[in-house]
């Protein structure tokens, strides 16, 4: 390509994320650039992000640098290591002989993704935190990392860097120089459909040439895939596994870079990489590919087929098994992006049974380290409710926990089931009782089978004493026995709304008693309001719960949503939108709720300049 001067980022800056401003100047440029099997040497200079991971002294695989001390790469390269076992080069030409412009780092910290599946190559993604930081260079400066809401039709031009293999089972011939490849990205249908169906989830990329010829290979793994829009370079693509190097119809698999922004902010809380929103021009063609096997478009995910090893080389895939997807997909359809809705109803007529598929939709069990603890609700995308109480001072670390969704069995394997980490737990600090709110690794896609519920916000006596809603839950697995059969499922009850007496009934809804148990603790207290599902409070277990005068009363006291208005206006600033334009309320009122606020805007503010433009 012919060398251009680089110009200032400004003219992208209305694509630019928040909290993405530290790299924003540098990320994605270069002074020199204007291959990996099927490529060609790469001039000094012309790819300054590109970093050689070392383990033991030797290449092993790649990575990106993406601020002034972390660099990104692949996690199936670190399984079961220590950060004194590697070091990584940045600036480097040649793995032979003198290299001038290069500078060296031992890791201080390596971060894998939480849910990384060595079986199916999903959120195969590392971080790597250097000892100490790198002054940027002409020869090393980080890359720009693609946003959330990126996307890549089908031969989208994209480059791979690396100095991995140059043929299958053939090294990189001496002195070993950076190779460079240009290949098109290849729609994930089309890409399952030539790589095996269901081995490609939405959390992968792929890239290659169809006649073979030009791909990544081993050693290439964790090394990063770019595209360039106006003049500045985007990272898409993680190298991250295929079916042997360059053969026709076999395009390479890369971990898809969108998928983790808000993984890698919650890792990175200083100096953020720079995120840039990368968007496709013309149609996309891959949406009517199809082939056997392989179902027509929608928002669920297809199984995944795991590789075939667990080595930190470019893995290969295996061809028997098949489990449940580890992730939900990210929407990037606004329309129809509604609250409440539940495609089946409840047992209606029974005090308590067990749940049907898809009938709460938004039903979270929430595991820490593989043990379910509470329940919860997805109330956003992004965005997790349960009680404060399931995350005591000694269980607040992320880490420790696991988001399941679309679940109805706790043992065995449900074919909806969703699974996501969590990268923040934020507690409200009320006096009495108090809400947790749980940011998610990456975005939930709605599906029939992955429902938001509506957050009832206001506190106008939406629901009175008579309303009957419902309250869901899995209770303690080691126990849960109903009608003599152990309770592994979902389980709901019929909750009916009473006076609370002498409690607060601002702060407070009350039901009629409950069998209620410790795992049912950060479930809803769902009720309906025409079309929609709201929650009106939230499951705990106080203490006072074994007091004999609140026995006594034979009720259920439940925090209301709607006490924590002004936590949710701060944390959330996108709700989905109840099907009905209404707040809930069972007394006739249609006071309009703070949920339904823009929808009424955007339908009557049309008609009213309707009505002033003709003269009415």
């Known amino acids: 390509m012919s060398v251009k001067k680089w110009v200032c980022l400004l003219t992208v800056a209305s694509l630019l994320i928040q909290e993405s401003y530290c790299q924003l100047d540098v990320c994605g440029t270069t002074s020199f650039n204007n291959k990996i099997v099927g490529g060609e040497d790469a001039p000094a200079g012309s790819w300054p992000w590109q970093a050689s991971v070392h383990q033991f002294g030797s290449h092993f695989c790649g990575g990106s640098l993406i601020n002034k001390e972390w660099v990104m790469s692949a996690a199936h390269c670190f399984s079961g290591s220590s950060p004194n076992d590697w070091n990584i080069i940045l600036g480097r030409q040649n793995q032979e002989g003198s290299n001038p412009n290069e500078v060296s780092r031992t890791v201080a910290q390596i971060v894998l993704h939480p849910v990384y599946d060595s079986d199916t190559s999903d959120n195969d993604i590392a971080l790597l935190r250097l000892t100490s930081p790198v002054n ?37 011939p001496s002195p070993q120089a950076l190779q460079e490849v240009e290949v098109p990205v290849v729609g994930n249908r089309q890409c399952n459909c030539l790589n095996r169906v269901g081995s490609v989830t939405d959390n992968m990329l792929c890239a290659g040439v169809l006649t073979g010829g030009k791909d990544s290979c081993q050693g290439d793994s964790g090394g990063p895939m770019v595209t360039k829009q106006n003049s500045v370079w985007i990272q898409s693509g993680v190298v991250s596994w295929g079916f042997g190097c360059a053969r026709p119809n076999l395009p390479g698999v890369y971990t898809r870079v969108s998928r983790y922004q808000p993984w890698i902010n919650s890792k990175i809380t200083t100096d953020k990489p720079g995120f840039v929103q990368f968007t496709s021009s013309g149609v996309d063609t891959d949406s009517s590919y199809t082939c056997p096997g392989l179902p027509p478009p929608a928002t669920t995910v297809p199984p995944s087929t795991g590789p075939a090893t667990n080595v930190p080389t470019k893995q290969q895939l295996k061809t028997t098994t098949t489990k449940a997807p580890d992730i939900a997909v990210i929407s990037t359809e606004k329309e129809g992006r509604v609250c409440g809705r539940a495609p089946m109803s409840p047992c209606l007529g029974s005090k308590s049974c067990y749940v049907a598929e898809e009938t709460w939709p938004w039903m979270v069990s929430l595991h820490r380290n593989g043990i379910h603890i509470c329940g919860g609700t997805l109330i956003t995308e992004e965005f997790v409710l349960s009680a404060a109480q399931c995350f005591p001072g000694s269980h607040l670390n992320p880490d420790e926990w696991t988001v399941f969704l679309g679940e109805q069995q706790q043992k065995g394997s449900d074919v909806f089931e969703a699974s996501l980490g969590i990268v923040k737990i934020t507690l409200t600090n009320l006096t009495g009782t108090n809400i947790a709110l749980l940011q998610l690794e990456n975005f939930v896609n709605f599906s029939s089978c992955l429902q938001p519920i509506c957050v009832d916000l206001s506190n106008d006596g939406s629901f009175p004493p008579g309303t009957l809603c419902w309250v869901t ?25 009473r006076s609370c007496g002498n409690i607060s009934s601002t702060e407070n809804i009350c039901t009629a008693a409950l069998n209620l148990e410790q795992g049912d603790v950060g479930g809803p207290l769902m009720c309906k309001s025409g079309l929609a599902w709201f929650q009106a409070g939230v499951i705990t277990m106080n203490k006072d719960e074994n007091d004999t005068n609140l026995r006594a009363t034979e009720m259920h006291v439940f925090p209301k949503t709607s006490r924590f208005v002004s936590f949710f206006n701060k944390m959330i600033r996108d709700s989905p939108t109840p099907e009905t334009t209404t707040v809930p309320n069972n007394t006739g009122n249609a006071a309009p709720s703070s949920l339904s606020l823009s929808l009424l805007f955007y339908f009557f503010l049309p008609i009213l300049a309707m009505v002033l433009l003709s003269g009415w």
């Not at 980080?142 to 994209?158: E, K, M, Q, R």
């Open 136 to 172: 940027f260079t002409k020869y090393i400066r980080p890359v720009c990392l693609a946003a959330s809401d990126s996307f890549y039709h089908n031969g989208t031009d994209s480059w791979v860097t690396g100095w991995g293999k140059i043929n299958e089972g053939k090294s990189l």
């Open 473 to 497: 839950g899995w209770g303690n697995q080691d126990k849960g026995r109903v009608n003599g059969t152990t309770g592994t499922g979902l389980r709901e009850q019929q909750a009916n709304v």
